[in-house]
């Protein structure tokens, strides 16, 4: 089962900032925090990830709260294309093992003009 | 670097035949998984493979199989196949010492 609770939808004015929460309060010592975003019937698109930090790259930036226990994916200026479902991962990666995905239902976010 | 390629992209087969479906990774990547997404069941890890070997495994039936070549591309195959098989099947990769999954594309598999 996904480690991660995110609310169902969410709308966003295009041009303002869409904040998506994600609650991961069982989240271990060694896991990430990762999003990805699919947008219809797409493969899914690699946002960002992080483990305790806060990052920021050119699509977006996340924060991670100091306990570890929730996160938010900032996306500074939304646009048309930024709609999608935006999926919150929990993810602890073994060398010798790997680490799958683990998949939950994701947030569908709706960008309007 | 080009992404990670999926062929074919769309394909049609009935019950009961089998279906070989191909993901080559991206340059240099030496892990792949695959994972299916139904309407009903969303995004679900299949099976990972690093050097040739599987692993990872989901929770699928063992009609569900693959395998992975020297220079890393990757085929799953999907033997007597059922309704409930028709999905988008998503190959991802990832490289050594890196954890980041990029994913491709899909191949959408429709059962009749």
């Known amino acids: 089962d996904a480690k991660t609770t995110q609310p169902p939808s969410m709308d966003c004015a295009e041009g303002r900032a869409a904040n998506l929460p994600c609650n991961h309060s069982?989240?271990?010592?060694?896991?990430?925090v990762y999003w990805y975003r699919q947008i219809h019937s797409q493969g899914p698109q690699y946002i960002i990830h992080?483990?305790?930090n806060n990052e920021t790259n050119e699509m977006a930036s996340l924060i991670i709260t100091e306990d570890r226990k929730s996160s938010t994916l900032i996306l500074p200026h939304a646009t048309l294309r930024d709609t999608a479902v935006y999926y919150c991962?929990?993810?602890?990666?073994?060398?010798?093992?790997?680490?799958?995905?683990?998949f939950g239902q994701g947030t569908e976010l709706s960008v309007k003009p | 670097k080009a992404g990670v390629t999926q062929t074919p992209r769309y394909l049609i087969k009935t019950r009961g035949q089998q279906v070989t479906l191909s993901c080559s990774p991206i340059?240099?990547?030496?892990?792949v998984s695959w994972y299916q997404q139904t309407p009903g069941q969303g995004l679900q890890f299949l099976f990972e493979?690093?050097?040739?070997?599987?692993?990872n495994k989901g929770n699928f039936p063992g009609r569900f199989s693959g395998r992975q070549f020297s220079n890393s591309r990757s085929e799953m195959n999907v033997s007597t196949l059922e309704l409930g098989d028709s999905a988008l099947y998503l190959c991802?990769?990832?490289?050594?010492?890196?954890?980041?999954?990029?994913f491709g594309p899909g191949t959408r598999l429709t059962v009749l």
């Open positions: 991802a990769s990832s490289g050594q010492g890196a954890d980041t999954q990029y």
């Open positions: 069982t989240i271990s010592g060694n896991e990430y």
């Open positions: 992080g483990l305790k």
């Open positions: 991962i929990v993810r602890v990666y073994y060398w010798d093992q790997g680490g799958k995905l683990i």
């Open positions: 340059s240099g990547h030496r892990s």
């Open positions: 493979y690093f050097s040739e070997t599987q692993r």
